[in-house]
Structures are given as C-alpha cells and as structure tokens.
C-alpha cells in the first residue's frame, strides 16, 4: 500500500507560479511511476504529467509543455509538480498518482492505469 499526500496549492495571480509536492509511504515508492492528473470545476479529471520511476522519462500534456515541470526527490519519496506562467485555466484539484512499474523508463498518461491517488490540493489561478 502506498499512502499519497499533496500540498503546496493556493490561489496566485496569472503569470505566476506555484511547486506542488506529493509525499509518498509505504512500500518502496522507489519503484513508482508517478503522474499528476487535474480536475476543474465540471470537468472531467485530465492527465497533466507523468514520469518514470528512475526520473529519466517525463511527459506532458500539451496545455502544460513548456511551462510545467515533473520531478523527484527520492531520499525525501516525494514528487514535485513545478507549475511556472500559470494560467487562469489551470485552476483547478491537483492529484498526484502513483503504480508500481517494472520497466524504469515506463510512464503513464491515463488515470485508470493509477493504482494509488491522493487527496488533492486546489490551485486557483486569477486573472
């Protein structure tokens, strides 16, 4: 089992920017892939990020290329989401995920592929 914690969200006016973190525990989260996923209010839950457990494979989605950054930290377990030039747009519950992976360049961009979420931290962008 592995227990999933996020903060780091708050409101912030467009242009600027925020790091989310995502805390992980339990089994050996070394081996994780890990992903960000985001839900806006009446919308769909939609993929954001996604890295590999070895760190080494990164993808994004369009909306984010370029502005967005996923990383890791592995002697504190815990993945972070560098979210730069925010948009109004990007409002919304930041979730991070997690899945065992065998392969230590897998990733993954859909969010039945998670096994393990966390609670989510809200991001509200101004304008």
């Known amino acids: 089992q592995v227990q999933l914690v996020e903060s780091g969200g708050g409101l912030v006016q467009a242009g600027g920017s925020l790091r989310l973190s995502c805390a992980a525990s339990g089994r050996t989260f070394s081996t994780y892939a890990m992903g960000w996923f985001r839900q806006a209010p009446g919308k769909e839950r939609e993929f954001v990020a996604a890295?590999?457990?070895?760190?080494?494979?990164?993808y994004y989605a369009d909306s984010v290329k370029g502005r967005f950054t996923i990383s890791r930290e592995f002697a504190k377990n815990t993945v972070y989401l560098q979210m730069n030039s925010l948009k109004p747009e990007d409002t919304g519950v930041y979730y991070c995920a997690a899945v065992a992976a065998s392969y230590s360049g897998s990733y993954y961009y859909s969010d039945y592929q998670y096994d393990y979420w966390g609670q989510g931290t809200q991001v509200t962008v101004s304008s």
């Open positions: 890295g590999s457990w070895s760190g080494r494979s990164t």
